[in-house]
């Protein structure tokens, strides 16, 4: 079955230092794969998507994420962290056969950021 | 005026009360869907709907409702609300055509004491 998950529940960062958040998908083929971020009191918003082609994806706010297809990977990273970054981030999958327009989504990843 | 527009934000009903969540869209597209948000599960698909005619179940749809009044408007009814339908609820939307991803709502929040 197709599955998303996302490994780390809570993380925490400084400002100003490195992110990476991860995401892992079960599917049986190439996925739609995405990263949306909701901030507290927000609806979510699309960071980033991978259809095809370039594995390194580059999203809004200095976002970029990498497919891995031999890891079942797909992690977003930022080289340095804002303040305002600190948000909930989904990592979600599909759509599946038949074009369904269904997303499958992780359990999210909190991020603090530390002054 | 958003793209996505939920209505109530918030709700705050008692146990066994009969509850509408609304959901309108100006992005003109065909797919709707209802999502519900908790701590720690992500968001889980409840319904969907690809055009007024075609309703379709999520993994978790029992316990809800849904009506699809136009293409614009796809409402989300609890008939009997339950404490654990306490939770976060998402509207989204996507193109019929090539899959971009959804637009979602602002989402309403609705607590069941």
């Known amino acids: 079955a197709q599955s998303v998950t996302q490994p780390d529940i809570h993380i925490t960062v400084s400002e100003g230092a490195s992110l990476e958040l991860r995401c892992n998908y079960s599917?049986?083929?190439?996925?739609?794969l995405f990263w949306y971020v909701q901030s507290p009191g927000q609806g979510l918003q699309l960071l980033l998507k991978?259809?095809?082609?370039?594995?390194l994806v580059q999203g809004i706010k200095g976002f970029e994420a990498e497919f891995k297809r031999s890891q079942s990977s797909f992690n977003l990273r930022k080289p340095s962290v804002h303040w305002s970054d600190a948000a909930e981030y989904f990592c979600?999958?599909?759509?599946?056969?038949?074009?369904?327009?269904?997303?499958?989504f992780g359990q999210g990843t909190t991020l603090q950021v530390k002054p | 005026d958003a793209d996505v527009t939920q209505t109530p934000r918030n709700r705050i009903t008692k146990t066994g009360k009969r509850i509408m969540l609304e959901c309108s869209q100006t992005?003109?597209?065909?797919?709707m869907y209802w999502y519900r948000q908790d701590p720690g599960l992500g968001l889980r698909l409840i319904y969907y709907?690809?055009?007024?005619?075609?309703?379709n179940k999520g993994e978790i749809s029992d316990g809800y409702s849904v009506s699809r009044q136009a293409q614009a408007k796809f409402s989300l009814s609890l008939e009997s609300a339950i404490p654990n339908q306490t939770a976060l609820y998402f509207c989204?939307?996507?193109?019929?055509?090539?899959?971009?991803?959804?637009?979602f709502g602002s989402g309403t929040r609705l607590t069941v004491v």
């Open positions: 599917y049986g083929a190439t996925p739609y």
């Open positions: 992005k003109g597209h065909d797919r």
């Open positions: 709907s690809f055009d007024v005619k075609d309703i």
């Open positions: 989204a939307t996507s193109d019929k055509g090539q899959f971009y991803g959804y637009t």
């Open positions: 991978y259809f095809s082609g370039d594995t």
């Open positions: 979600a999958v599909g759509p599946f056969s038949g074009n369904t327009g269904k997303l499958i």
